[in-house]
């Protein structure tokens, strides 16, 4: 009997097969048990669904985007690793992995570690740290935020899901047809990364509109736009990319599902179809998702640099001038990315001169820095050796990416180690650091006490000399000719420096290890690092006029802004103490888990595309439209705090 | 002005701010697809091209019927507005039976064409072309189920001014399909028969 209507193509012939992927596929549902079973043993089920599941909650969505983002750092890790073994053993015949599942390992590296650990990790800081920054009481739309989150989960959930069943896609983490065209790439693997992508992009595209409301109305009474902290200003420019890239990424994804799954001719090479629209356009989304990752991290940055060195910052308003100059070129340098697909010269020339003037205002954040930290009295805390790491990798990656604005230049290191070297540089030197940093400086807030600051500067150290050890050879191998993706070489004078890499990676791997031994540490040691000022840093922003850990209605008193760097001026002058009258009610959102059951529905949607399962996509489909409905016409979705119950819960928070 | 009423004003207007940015993440979604459609226009695989297979008259009456639509709509609005319960669920039904008129029209061009072999996986134009003018239907066919709970909401609520700000979106909402519609009738249907 033919069961295709029910269950689509599901069949056991995508089982894993080869002994790596078997392993992984094995011991990721062990795991996952393994969990469900401790959080019913320890009965804390309850707990999970009504603190965590259903918050509406800014931090504690944050925190929760911040855990899946530090799980899939590791996951994507833990792919690099595998990578860099291969290419240092690929002369002595030891064979790691095959060609096909070299490639479905460096396609589920890069496409993890930007959407699922550089997203994640973005949208986790900036939940945690922007409303109590803006003297909000919360994001815009409270419900929207948990949408987001839990989508963003979702997509999680599908890209790990293909590990497990029906492989990872082959075909990088782009997607370049027509290699992931219906040809090429009958198999589900493709449809895994489109529909993870797609279900996330969607969460981060909403997020985007959520922030920049935010930003734009839930500021502090006095705070005018230039008042607000810099770190405010980067997520807003970021913010405003995403709203302009991410919708070309929703289209992109969809054209190349309607290839695949309806068999059209967008990106084919056959029947009209035009594989580069599909490149022209993914980079259209793809290079504006590179600053979106990095400007969030040079706010943070900004923010931790002003802190220790205990200045103002140099250049506020430049910073601002910057930011909005790196917002508009973002979106007139994409074809950078393909100088060899054969624009001709004068394309190419002017992407060339766009792609070097970013350089400018790049450089001048890099200068307000140094001069912030000139004449300063630097507190060298781990959040600062961050800075420090980062000023050096990101300056050798940004130096090596005006090199490649050169398009005779780019012909020659085009798809090359080069290149790879380069955007690690950008990547990890940036936006990483500059997250990594925003973790340790931030953590106090969340948590009520510090991170153990000398293991911190450990895992910088580590990184750092990681980072030279892995990725300076690939600059001299791509400069030698070594093609990136490829499994294997026949040049012997390569293996050195292939070897150095991989122990580098390694090096990186002790670093991201104590990290987490941090973290296991300090919570291990709270008592001891407890932070009961609320302020650990004397830091000069809002958040840190708050106690420790923030409380969930942020502000008992919503603050008034008179100036930049309120928080340190005010301490300047006297904090005084808030009186008994100065207390109103205030309206917080109720939990709801309508959040999550949208995007469980809306991962259906993805898994019946996957595997052709139609029922479940019309199914989940109007399970989501129904949910929407519900929601958008419900007028009962918040309570009220009264002004008495909110004096009481702020004296218990100051005690 | 007490608190919670000032409460609820900004909550009004943040979800008003938030609606248009949707709406421009909206037009990029779109400007997609359209760059896509005049790139791959000519990508007509040997199949019919755009002046074969359109017919200017009957894409008249689709734009006539959408645009008196918006119309309607906007009619309802002010009734809501003036808070005739009535009035508005009258002009919102006719909004509605207008807009499924032009659905039904899309749908039968499309079905025509798939008929006489001109499906969407015959080239890349026609996938461009089904892609494009779907998309702008499909948020037809989203405005339509928005308006229906939105008559379901007032007759059961009335004219209150949470319904007044429901409805303002969704006339927002509805103005921008046709706005789109302005686009697809020139670039798509209009330079499609000249050249």
């Known amino acids: ?43 804390k089920w309850s707990y999970i669904w009504n603190e965590w599941v259903t918050t509406l909650d800014a931090k504690k969505i944050g925190i929760m985007y911040m855990g899946i983002a530090i799980l899939m750092l590791l996951r994507g890790g833990a792919d690099a690793l595998m990578l860099r073994a291969q290419t240092a053993l690929a002369q002595t015949g030891i064979e790691l992995f095959n060609t096909q599942t070299f490639q479905e390992v460096f396609t589920a590296h890069g496409s993890i570690m930007i959407f699922f650990v550089g997203m994640g990790a973005m949208f986790g800081l900036i939940n945690m740290a922007l409303p109590l920054m803006l003297g909000a009481r919360d994001v815009a739309y409270p419900f929207l935020n948990s949408v987001s989150f839990w989508l963003f989960f979702a997509g999680m959930v599908i890209i790990n899901a293909s590990l497990v069943f029906g492989g990872f896609s082959n075909g990088g983490w782009l997607g370049y047809p027509p290699l992931t065209g219906l040809e090429y790439n009958p198999g589900p693997g493709v449809d895994y990364w489109i529909w993870a992508l797609q279900i996330a992009g969607i969460g981060s595209l909403l997020s985007g509109i959520n922030f920049t409301v935010t930003i734009l109305k839930n500021r502090a009474p006095g705070m005018t736009l230039m008042k607000m902290p810099i770190f405010a200003w980067s997520v807003l420019v970021a913010m405003v990319l995403v709203m302009l890239a991410f919708p070309v990424l929703t289209a992109t994804l969809g054209m190349l599902a309607l290839d695949r799954v309806a068999g059209m001719h967008f990106f084919t090479s056959d029947a009209g179809g035009n594989p580069m629209m599909y490149i022209n356009l993914i980079w259209a989304w793809g290079h504006p998702e590179v ?35 790196i917002m508009f070129l973002s979106f007139v340098v994409w074809q950078h990315h393909f100088f060899t697909m054969g624009a001709g010269a004068n394309v190419n020339a002017f992407f060339g001169i766009m792609t070097m003037i970013i350089a400018i205002p790049t450089g001048v954040k890099l200068f307000n820095w140094i001069f912030t930290m000139y004449k300063g ?46 955007f690690h540089n950008v990547i990890i030197g ?34 750092q000399v990681g980072f030279i050890l892995a990725f300076i050879p690939l600059y001299i191998l791509g400069l030698m000719g070594a093609a990136r993706r490829i499994n294997t070489y026949d040049d012997p004078s390569w293996v050195p420096l292939f070897i150095v890499s991989g122990v580098g990676v390694g090096v990186i791997g002790i670093g991201a290890g104590l990290m987490i031994l941090s973290m296991v540490y300090s919570i291990w040691k709270r008592k001891k690092l407890a932070d009961t000022t609320g302020d650990p840093w004397d830091g000069r922003t809002l958040e840190w006029s708050v106690p420790s850990p923030a409380p969930f209605y942020n502000f008992a008193i919503t603050p008034t802004v008179t100036r930049r760097d309120e928080w340190w001026y005010r301490k300047k002058d006297g904090v005084a103490q808030p009186k008994r009258e100065d207390y109103k009610d205030i309206e917080l959102p109720k939990n709801t888990a309508e959040g ?9 949607i993805g898994f019946g595309f996957i595997w052709h399962i139609w029922w479940m996509v019309a199914v989940a489909l109007i399970v989501v439209i129904a949910f929407v409905i519900r929601r958008s016409f419900n007028d009962d979705t918040e309570y009220t705090i009264t002004a008495d119950e909110l004096y009481q819960l702020d004296r218990k928070a100051r005690a | ?182 686009f697809i009738f020139t670039i798509v249907y209009l330079l499609g028969i000249i050249s």
Not at chain 2, 71 to 82: C, E, H, I, K
Not at chain 2, 156 to 179: E, Y
Request: hydrophobic residues 55%; proline residues 3%; aromatic residues 16%.
């Open chain 1, 430 to 463: 940036g936006v990483l650091f500059g997250y990594f940093a925003g973790i340790y400086y931030w953590w106090p807030k969340l948590f009520g006490f510090t991170l153990h600051d000398g293991l911190g500067k450990l895992s910088a150290y580590a990184w």
């Open chain 1, 1 to 43: 009997m033919d069961w295709s209507w029910l269950i689509g193509r599901l069949s056991p012939e995508y089982l894993p097969k080869d002994p790596v992927t078997l392993g992984a596929a094995i011991g990721m549902p062990i795991a996952i048990i393994g969990i469900l079973l401790a959080i019913t043993y320890f009965k």
């Open chain 1, 377 to 422: 009295r630097t507190k060298f805390t781990a959040p600062m050796i961050w800075f420090m790491c980062f000023a050096v990798t990101f300056t050798i990656g940004g130096v090596t990416g005006v090199l490649m604005a050169v398009p005779a230049l780019d012909f020659q290191v085009h798809n090359t180690m080069f290149l790879v070297a380069h």
């Open chain 1, 596 to 604: 999550v059951y949208i995007a469980i529905a809306t991962g259906m």
């Open chain 1, 291 to 325: 600053y979106i990752l990095v400007l969030p991290a040079f706010g943070i940055f900004s923010e931790i640099v002003a802190t220790f060195a205990r200045k103002r910052l140099f250049g506020y308003t430049t910073m601002v001038a910057a930011l909005i100059a």
């Open chain 2, 1 to 182: 002005m007490t608190s919670h009423a000032a409460h609820l004003k900004e909550k009004a207007e943040k979800a008003s701010l938030g609606f248009w940015l949707y709406l421009m993440t909206d037009i990029m979604v779109f400007a997609s697809l359209f760059a896509t459609y005049v790139i791959l226009r000519n990508g007509t695989n040997g199949g019919p091209a755009s002046q074969d297979i359109f017919n200017l008259e009957f894409v008249m009456v689709e734009t006539f019927l959408l645009l008196v639509s918006s119309f309607t709509s906007g009619l309802a609005y002010l009734a809501v507005r003036r808070g005739l319960k009535r009035r508005a669920l009258v002009l919102l039904g006719t909004t509605i039976a207008l807009g499924i008129g032009f659905l039904t029209l899309e749908l039968y061009e499309f079905g025509e064409l798939i008929l006489a072999g001109h499906g969407p996986a015959h080239s890349a134009f026609l996938s461009a072309f089904f892609t494009l003018v779907g998309t702008h239907g499909l948020h037809i066919l989203i405005g339509i189920i928005w308006a229906i709970a939105l008559g379901d909401y007032i007759s059961k609520h009335g004219t209150s001014p949470d319904a007044l700000r429901k409805f303002s979106l969704f006339v927002v909402f509805w103005h921008f399909l046709d706005l789109v519609w302005i």
